[in-house]
């Protein structure tokens, strides 16, 4: 199904929207509410809103599968990294990182790693699963 211009304008001008506030919830995860999961979710919706309006070859153009299975695997991999890195320093997990001043963004140590790492994991898994749904309904 073709979507209308409109649609397809609307689309391309709220998408940007959805990324930055989406890596807004990531990075800020650690003194608001919400952090690396749900930031990741609305990142993969701005990929999935393109998607859908635009068809699955278009936005496969320039978010190519392998580039997200590529950013997939390396967060994965640097999370193992640093939960790991932690052990060095006392306990799996252990927050390594001296923290700055309470509610300031460099407070949090290595959670705000964390949250960048699973923000990113996250949305590429999510536009990863989209893509493998999608890949056979291409119609436009």
């Known amino acids: 199904m073709r979507m209308s211009p409109i649609v397809r304008n609307s689309s391309r001008l709220v998408s940007p929207f959805l990324v ?3 890596a807004y919830m990531i990075v800020n ?3 608001t509410p919400g ?3 749900q930031g990741g979710v609305i990142l993969a919706v701005g990929v999935i809103l393109l998607i859908t ?3 699955y070859k278009a936005v496969q153009e320039t978010f190519s599968v392998k580039l997200v299975k590529l950013i997939e695997s390396q967060a994965l991999i640097l999370i193992i990294a640093i939960s790991i890195t932690g052990l060095f320093f006392g306990s799996y ?3 390594f990182l001296k923290g700055g001043e309470p509610g300031t963004l460099f407070s949090g140590g290595t959670v705000v790693l964390f949250n960048i790492l699973i923000g990113l ?3 590429a898994a999510f536009t990863l699963l989209f893509y493998m749904l999608l890949r056979w309904t291409e119609i436009d």
């Open 35 to 37: 952090g690396g999961f």
């Open 121 to 123: 994991e996250v949305g």
């Open 93 to 95: 997990f252990y927050n």
């Open 20 to 22: 930055a506030y989406g």
């Open 53 to 55: 309006s635009h068809g």
């Open 29 to 31: 995860g650690h003194i």
